[in-house]
Structures are given as C-alpha cells and as structure tokens.
C-alpha cells in the first residue's frame, strides 16, 4: 500500500500569462513516517514530437516526513520559451507532477495547457513569430490525469529500485497494471474527473495527446 496518497491538488495563478510562474497547492496523506526525502518535480512537455523539448521546471525535496497530512506550494518559473519550437508555443501541451521515493516513481499527475492570444485578431491572423509576451496560459484544472505506479517503500534504496525498475516495466508490457487506477487519490473537490492514463512513463507528451 502506498504510505503517501495526494490528496489534493489546487491550481494557483491561472488562468495567467505564459510568463508568469506557476503555481500549484498540494495537500497529501502520510500513512507512515517516512525518513527519507520526497522528491517533487515539475515538468513543462514543450512538444508532443519529442521529449527532448520537455523542460524541468523545479525539483524540490521535501523529508523525512512525518505521520499525517501536509500542504505546500510548489511554486516554479513559466518554461524557457527560447528551448520551445515556435510551432509548439501556440496550442495545447502538457505539465506533470510527479513525486519520488528512493528514485522511485510513484505517482504521476498531468494536465492539459493551452497556450494562446487573447486578442480574437491575434488568434485569426498571428504572428509568424509567435509574440512570447501576449501568450496566455490555461491549465485545464477540472481535468488532470492521475496515474500511481507501485513501488517498495522498505529502508534499501538500492533493493527499491532494482524491484521497481525491471518489475514494474514488465508489468506494464505485459498489460497487467502498475499504474493503478486512481479515483480516490483527490477527494475534494473532484472525486469523479480523475483519470487514469497507464502508459504515461515513457511517453507522456503523446498519450496525454492522445487522451485529451
């Protein structure tokens, strides 16, 4: 059983420019005091082509972590636009949390972004070169994909990673389902809307596409 269960997840600053930080409140559960750090990431997908464009936005760690329920913002600059293609700055993309223990995956939550003018003359007749400074983002907060991937809690990083790496890729090749089904990981308030996407650890960008 998983000894951290997100229970919420609340988008701040949004909808807002793309330059603009990003801001989300996470609230979860701790079932166990856990020694060792968390680690937060948070990830912009720059182009759905190719991963070589997602850019990493912040990591943080948060530990040792004691029993009970804990709240913070992870708060992390908007995307270089720079390291974006001009062709993928416009349109729809995809930011993910994710959260690690001893290098271990173990809960994923994605959301789709819309980046876009204003302006309804600027969204018929844009720029060639897309104006970075007049972009708006809109995260799609009503509609995030969850998905959870078993890992071992126990004390030996090593023994956890060796179990997860190998076991949990031959259980999603063979279609059996690390990734879990994740209704109840959030609460409040969207109990019903969280999905479970299964094959989001090596191609995120393209089944969040797919999905959306």
């Given amino acids: ?23 989300f409140e996470i609230t979860f559960d701790c079932t166990e005091n856990l020694e060792d750090d968390l680690e937060w990431k948070l990830t912009y997908v720059g182009c759905a082509e190719s991963q070589a464009y997602d850019q ?28 974006i293609p001009d062709k993928d700055l416009i349109g729809a993309t995809v930011v993910l949390i994710t959260c690690s223990y001893h290098n271990q995956e173990f809960i994923r939550v994605g959301y789709f972004v819309n980046n876009d003018y204003e302006s309804e003359e600027m969204k018929e007749n844009p720029p060639e070169k897309p104006d970075i400074s007049l972009v708006h983002r809109n995260i799609m907060a009503d509609q995030p994909r969850v998905t959870r991937f078993k890992i071992n809690w126990g004390d030996n ?56």
């Fill in 56 to 83: 990493v936005l912040d990591t943080i760690y948060v530990g040792p972590v004691p029993e009970g329920r804990h709240m913070f913002v992870f708060q992390a600059d908007a995307p270089d636009s720079s390291k």
């Fill in 1 to 23: 059983m998983a000894k951290i269960q997100i229970n919420n997840v609340v988008v701040l600053n949004n909808p807002a420019l793309f330059t603009s930080p990003l801001q």
């Fill in 157 to 212: 990083p090593k023994g956890g990673e060796g179990e997860n790496g190998e076991g949990c890729q031959n259980e999603m090749e063979a279609g059996e389902g690390s990734a879990v089904q994740d209704t109840d990981s959030m609460l409040e308030p969207l109990p019903s809307t969280f999905k479970d996407v299964h094959s989001m650890d090596e191609s995120s960008n393209v089944e969040m596409e797919m999905a959306f």
